[in-house]
């Protein structure tokens, strides 16, 4: 198809930017303005001051700048936002039952989203750059979830899903199953229209967190949050959410599971992002070194917890996975690390499991 534009504002440029996506495999791009209303800054500044974000310190020295697009980068005017699905083959929900098995969040089965999302988006802007250049000069900034932008209200706003009640993106095309790229431009182009809430009375979410960190529809508590607490929190994680980790080493997929919207979602055809062949049993992950940990994840987002804080979460999960033999890989484990942070996960482990009959 031929596309002509008379100017920058066309809609034809908006179909002609939205075929080009395609070219990249994303499964999805809109295009919104580069600015976030009053009400959204307002909660944000509200989950500041209820201290939500717990040891993620970085969100509210980057405040000023995540509160809108525009106090990123001035010049902005017009955002690009693109989807990429990462859809799992099976529901994810089900690996809670293998006890034996670590449980990795499916965002991390594959290759880094960064990496690759960022990757696609400097090519579609070097392309779309290509195409405009006869018609005006353009300047692009691309963001994927490395900078303090906020992503999901800004999809919302170009129409590609909204936030649900558990605070994540939702899809009516793929559900909960969607990485997020942002492309600001210094240039005003035709905007898509606004997303809709569309949860209704559905509470699936909110019911389905194991640690009740969905205080409210719309509010998140990091703290109480098992992606929070796998992932970001560096520390001795609390007695009280222990049990209620089950088997996941990283991440948590459970409020993004039960979401109705699934039964649009679709298996992701980026190859990239398919689960790789790596081995979860429990008693080989607990005997890594860090130079088998960072082979392992070489190319996985899992990697940047580092050796200290997997094992934490892996010592966890055998400490509720009922097989007494991992007492060995534990005790092992605790007396080979220097990390308290390990030894005292590895010791509550070993208690929990010895109270087996």
Aim: with cysteine; net charge positive; proline share 3%.
């Amino acid at each position: 198809m031929k596309f002509e534009f008379k100017n920058l504002n066309d809609k034809n440029l908006n179909v002609y930017i939205k075929n080009l996506s395609k070219d990249f495999n994303f499964d999805i791009c809109r295009i919104t303005k580069p600015v976030l209303d009053a009400n959204i800054q307002n909660n944000l500044k509200k989950y500041m001051s209820n201290e939500f974000h717990g040891e993620m310190s970085w969100m509210e020295n980057t405040f000023d700048r995540r509160k809108s697009p525009k106090s990123l980068w001035p010049d902005a005017r017009s955002a690009i936002v693109f989807g990429m699905n990462y859809g799992p083959k099976q529901n994810p929900i089900n690996k809670n039952y293998n006890l034996n098995q670590g449980n990795v969040s499916v965002y991390a089965l594959g290759e880094d989203y960064h990496k690759v999302i960022k990757g696609r988006i400097k090519q579609f802007a070097s392309k779309l750059i290509a195409k405009l250049k006869k018609i005006e000069k353009m300047d692009v900034k691309v963001f994927v979830d490395t900078a303090p932008l906020m992503e999901k209200p800004i999809a919302q706003m170009a129409g590609i899903g909204w936030q649900g009640k558990h605070t994540n993106l939702v899809s009516q095309e793929f559900g909960s199953w969607l990485f997020l790229g942002v492309l600001l431009v210094n240039k005003t182009l035709y905007f898509d229209n606004y997303q809709t809430d569309l949860c209704g009375n559905c509470n699936s979410c909110i019911n389905a967190c194991p640690t009740n960190a969905i205080v409210k529809p719309h509010q998140l508590d990091a703290r109480k949050c098992i992606s929070y607490l796998t992932i970001e929190y560096k520390g001795k994680i609390p007695v009280n959410y222990r049990k209620l980790m089950g088997n996941k080493i990283y991440g948590c997929d459970d409020c993004l599971s039960v979401c109705p919207w699934n039964k649009f979602a679709k298996t992701s055809k980026e190859y990239k992002f398919h689960e790789k062949d790596r081995d979860f049993d429990l008693s080989s992950l607990l005997n890594l070194k860090d130079v088998e940990f960072r082979k392992l994840f070489s190319k996985s987002p899992v990697k940047r917890i580092g050796i200290d804080r997997f094992l934490r979460n892996c010592c966890i999960a055998a400490g509720n996975s009922r097989q007494k033999k991992l007492i060995k890989n534990l005790k092992k484990v605790m007396n080979d690390n220097d990390s308290e942070v390990v030894k005292d996960a590895a010791f509550w482990a070993i208690n929990e499991l010895e109270k087996i009959t």
